[in-house]
C-alpha cells in the first residue's frame, strides 16, 4: 500500500516560514519524482514546485525564490521549505508522486497524499 503522509502545516503569520514533510511508504522513493500542490478555495489546484529523480527541481513564478523542494532519499522524505510566506499561500498543500523520471502535469500523478492546511495570516 502507497501511502504518502504530509506533515508541517499549520498557522503562520505573513513573513513566517514553514517547513512541510511528506513521509513515503509502499514503494521505492528514489524511483519517483516528487510535487507539491496546492489548492486554494474556489481556485484550480496548481503545481507548487517539483522534483525529477535526480534532484531538478521546478517552481511555480509565484513562490521562486521563497520556496525550496528537496528530497532525501535514504529516508523516504519530501521537503518543502517556505519561506516569506504570503497570505496568497494560504492553502491545502499536497504531496504526489509519478513514476515518471519528471513532471510538472498534475495528471500524471500517480499517488497522493491527504493534504495539510497552511493558512497565512496578515
Known amino acids: 500500500q502507497v501511502q504518502l503522509v504530509e506533515s508541517g502545516g499549520g498557522l503562520v503569520q505573513a513573513g513566517g516560514s514553514l517547513r512541510l514533510s511528506c513521509a513515503a511508504s509502499?514503494?521505492?522513493?528514489?524511483?519517483?519524482?516528487m510535487g507539491w500542490f496546492r489548492q486554494a478555495p474556489g481556485k484550480e489546484r496548481e503545481l507548487v514546485a517539483g522534483?525529477?529523480?535526480?534532484?531538478?527541481?521546478a517552481y511555480v513564478d509565484s513562490v521562486k525564490g521563497r520556496v525550496t523542494i528537496s528530497r532525501h532519499n535514504a529516508k523516504n522524505t519530501l521537503y518543502l521549505q517556505m519561506n516569506s510566506l504570503k497570505p496568497e499561500d494560504t492553502a491545502v498543500y499536497y504531496c504526489?508522486?509519478?513514476?515518471?523520471?519528471?513532471?510538472?502535469?498534475?495528471?500524471?500523478?500517480?499517488?497522493w497524499g491527504q493534504g495539510t492546511q497552511v493558512t497565512v495570516s496578515s
Open positions: 509502499g514503494l521505492t522513493f528514489s524511483s519517483y519524482a
Open positions: 504526489a508522486a509519478t513514476r515518471r523520471f519528471n513532471s510538472v502535469v498534475e495528471t500524471e500523478y500517480d499517488y
Open positions: 522534483i525529477s529523480r535526480s534532484g531538478d527541481t
